[in-house]
């Protein structure tokens, strides 16, 4: 039997989500859901897969402890809060017009 290293799904998908266009595509899936945590839990595997809590706090002026607790699964953020996190991954919010409706 051959010895076969099993990799952790979380470890994968923290380094696939290293790559911009991935995590782009990750987070447009989660938005698409109908629970907005599901966009906040992938929004924290983004944020852990591309920088530092510590210099996400300290760029985006908001606090580190208050971080985690908005990217938890209880977390409630404002708008507010979730764009300069964002913008410091280099990404915005946008608004498009529905295929389905019109």
Not at 57 to 75: D, F, I, P, V
Request: overall charge positive; glycine content about 2%; some cysteine.
């Amino acid at each position: 039997m051959k010895n076969t290293r099993f990799v952790d799904y979380e470890e994968r998908l923290i380094e696939e989500l290293k790559d911009s266009k991935v995590a782009k595509a990750y987070l447009n899936a989660a938005l698409a859901d109908e629970d907005p945590r599901v966009f906040l839990l992938a929004l924290k595997d983004v944020v852990q897969a591309q920088c530092k809590m510590t210099d996400l706090a300290k760029e985006t002026k908001l606090n580190r402890e208050n971080l985690y607790r908005m990217l938890s699964r209880k977390g409630n953020p404002k708008i507010s809060s979730i764009k300069p996190l964002l913008a410091y991954l280099g990404l915005k919010l946008s608004v498009e017009q529905d295929s389905i409706k019109k």
